[in-house]
């Protein structure tokens, strides 16, 4: 069963922001899909199994960003 979340992440300013974020999810096992667009303070994540919000948080703080929590 695929999963795909959008998270609203802070601290995101340009594209090497949506890079570092991107590559750490990207790590994740089951990630399929990292879409980081620091604009919109947001990021998508699919992955083939549902990921813990734990996970994610963890990845995200790995590239020196805060997720603030699913978007809404």
């Given amino acids: ?25 990207s790590a994740l096992a089951g990630v399929t899909e990292v879409a980081a667009d620091a ?15 734990e996970q994610v948080r963890t990845a995200i703080d790995e590239a020196g960003y805060e997720l603030v929590g699913p978007a809404v």
């Fill in 1 to 25: 069963m695929s999963s795909t979340i959008t998270y609203t992440v802070s601290g995101m300013s340009c594209g090497h922001c949506e890079k570092a974020i991107s590559e750490e999810l």
């Fill in 39 to 53: 604009q919109a303070g947001t990021v998508t994540v699919s992955s083939a199994v549902p990921l813990a919000e």
